[in-house]
């Protein structure tokens, strides 16, 4: 039985200046009032999804890839330790695409875990599978109750940083993802004139590696 799943996507927040003509913007009625949540940094890589039995890219038919690897090779060392029906989704950064890394922890940066029954963990217990997993996560820049007007004054660096993602620390189904999830993005973030994917790879640096 095929339990891959195509990561959601992420509608942006009303004040992200990256969005397109085509992208899901949440309305001034925002579903995180009330709830505690997490702002991490949004990475600019490939969304990735590990499982037991292999790893794919956002797309399902997604195939080899210079840039897929090394990720593909932490599958293979890591996938005994994800349960049957489990997947581990993250972002893949070893190829640069239109921002540079030259301070990685790592090439995957895990931000969610989704169990057989198609729930994505708490956040607790995102950063607790990205332990044993020997992965790290994107850095946090605000964890609590949800405050717009504090959110909306974030400063980020966007020559260094394409923007940020919410969640609510809670868990939640797959069906509920646009209630739990939003992003803000940088203006202009896509700077390549081609598909990064037909580009020759240029690795991102590794902290180690400096």
Known sequence: MDTRRKYPRTPHLPWSP???????????????EGREVVVTEKLDGENTTLSRSGMHARSLDSGPHPSRDWVKALQGRTGYLIPEGWRVCGENVFARHSLPYDD?????????????????????????????????TPREFYRGPWDER??????????????????TVQAFRYGDFQEHVAKFVR???????????????TPNRLRSAR
């Open 18 to 32: 990256g969005r397109g003509a085509d992208d899901t913007v949440l309305g001034a009625s925002l579903p995180f």
């Open 104 to 136: 990685l922890e790592g090439y995957f940066y895990l931000f969610s875990v989704w169990d057989d029954t198609n729930v994505a963990l708490s956040w607790d217990d995102t950063l607790a599978w990205a332990a044993r997993l020997g992965v790290p």
């Open 150 to 167: 504090q959110l909306r004054a974030l400063q980020v660096n966007t020559d260094v940083t394409e923007g940020y993602v919410v969640r």
């Open 187 to 201: 203006a202009g973030h896509v700077q390549t004139d081609e598909h990064w994917s037909r580009q020759p790879v």
